[in-house]
């Protein structure tokens, strides 16, 4: 009994395999229109859609202090999977043009 490769390949395909090489001898009929419109709705102008490239945005706060520590976590199936994330414990924010500040105390 001969094995054909392509049996090996493609177990799961029922019936004759042919060679990859050469097609069947019999090609199947197509009944398809010759020519097919794809019709999407309404053009529109994306020109809106690509960024600015003078566009800048400026804020009026600029960080004055940050304090972070770094945790690692841990894959719970796996513990020699991990990875060490820097988390901001305190942060300070001051407005430049009034003065104020700002401070986050974030309690993980």
Do not use: C
């Not at 049996?7 to 097609?23: K, M, Y």
């Not at 809106?48 to 600029?62: G, H, M, V």
């Amino acid at each position: 009994m001969s094995v054909r490769f392509e049996s090996i390949v493609r177990p799961f395909q029922e019936g004759e395999v042919f060679d990859a090489r050469r097609a069947p001898p019999e090609q199947p009929a197509l009944d398809a229109p010759e020519t097919v419109v794809f019709e999407w709705g309404k053009g529109i102008d994306a020109h809106f859609l690509r960024p600015d490239p003078i566009f800048e945005y400026k804020t009026d706060w600029t960080e004055k202090a940050r304090e972070t520590e770094t945790v690692r976590v841990t894959n719970p199936d796996d513990d020699s999977q991990f990875v060490d994330v820097e988390r901001i414990k305190r942060l300070v924010m001051e407005n430049s043009k009034s003065g104020q500040t700002l401070e986050w105390k974030l309690d993980w």
